[in-house]
């Protein structure tokens, strides 16, 4: 559809929205692998600019969205690996990696999941037992490794409901048990006003 309208005006602008969850406001989803493959089609097609709208929700999409964005949106073909091997060295420094682990196991697991949605009650669709588990060892390990002042701040002042998961744990478990009924088993997913 967006090359269609590129190919019948040549003043297409898009209008950008980082994906958040406007209930639980700090659960991380971050997207710099969709940036990535959207940006240079963009750039192909013709798109001339961009109106981004977004909070200063640093948690949702992790500050990586926000930066992947603003220099893809400068220069469409920018290396996007660079940019985040780039990035984390020099926001976690020793703990780049572990760092680095945790922000990819999470976007895998927002690419992979079977519905997406805005709303806390997909989260349990997203954020499973394994997941978490993994998260936490991601963190503990860079809260270990982080060697200076500042790298630990930046290992401390990621998502506060992850560092302490049991927040996020039993939110999602709610949601589980919503989802679950008396059944005990997932079926199929069905949208309940909260």
């Known amino acids: 559809?967006?090359?269609?309208?590129?190919?019948?005006?040549d003043k297409v602008w898009i209008y950008g929205y980082n994906h958040t969850m406007l209930v639980s406001a700090l659960t991380p989803l971050p997207i710099t692998r969709k940036l990535a493959r959207d940006m240079p089609l963009m750039k192909k097609w013709g798109v001339i600019g961009f109106f981004d709208e977004a909070r200063n929700q640093w948690a949702e999409s992790g500050i990586t969205t926000k930066y992947v964005r603003?220099?893809?949106?400068?220069?469409?073909d920018a290396e996007v690996d660079g940019i985040l091997n780039d990035f984390f060295s020099h926001w976690y420094g020793a703990a780049a990696g572990p760092s680095k682990a945790f922000w990819d196991?999470?976007?895998?697991?927002?690419?992979?999941?079977?519905?997406?949605?805005?709303?806390?009650?997909?989260?349990?669709?997203?954020?499973?037992?394994?997941?978490?588990e993994k998260l936490g060892v991601y963190l503990a390990a860079a809260e270990k490794q982080a060697g200076d002042e500042r790298s630990r701040l930046h290992c401390s002042g990621g998502p506060a409901h992850l560092r302490a998961p049991e927040g996020l744990r039993s939110h999602v478990g709610c949601r589980?048990?919503?989802r679950l009924g008396s059944s005990g088993s997932p079926g199929r997913p069905h949208h309940v006003a909260s």
């Open 1 to 9: 559809m967006l090359k269609r309208w590129t190919e019948l005006s």
């Open 70 to 76: 603003a220099r893809l949106e400068w220069d469409a």
């Open 105 to 132: 196991e999470l976007e895998g697991a927002l690419e992979s999941t079977p519905l997406l949605g805005h709303e806390d009650r997909i989260l349990p669709y997203m954020y499973t037992p394994a997941l978490m």
């Open 176 to 178: 589980l048990c919503r």
